[in-house]
């Protein structure tokens, strides 16, 4: 399933307040999947920053509605904010995640802030996350998303993540 029209909108306003802020950032989760060609249902953009960007995010985000949930094992992210971005046909749920760590396999690994690859959004360059460091998420998170993933990833992709990730 295809990112809806709104969702598509409010990653080119993500890409927008991001880029107006400095804000380095990748996109991940379903929304990164669709962008792949993936047959998800997308139900919110997630988004990792550098967890030194928050003020940065914070002044990019001011206008938007905001929670800040508690942070839940096996998740080790630096923060965490869900916003919605308010669209013509409805809100969309952005959740904006301060640096990214999961407990995997005993582990904590760690994710880069690296782009696998980019996709162009309404004249906006949308930097997704490496497919192979998301698989290993998924492993521990959504292990039919991550069985999804595993079609597409050699043996070798995914051990050179484990190893970048740190993970066993």
Known sequence: MALSVNQRRGLADVARLFGEADVPYQVGGSAMLALHGFDVTVGDIDVVVAGSARDRVDAALVDLVIEIPVRREPWRTDWLIRAQLQMPVGPVGLDVMGGLAL????????????????????????????????????RVHNPEKAALIRKRLDDAAIREAACALSID
């Open 103 to 138: 407990v995997i396999d005993g582990s904590v690994a760690r994710f880069p802030l690296v782009a696998e690859r980019r996709v162009s959004i309404d004249g906006w360059e949308i930097p997704l996350a490496p497919l192979a460091h998301w698989y290993h998420l998924y």
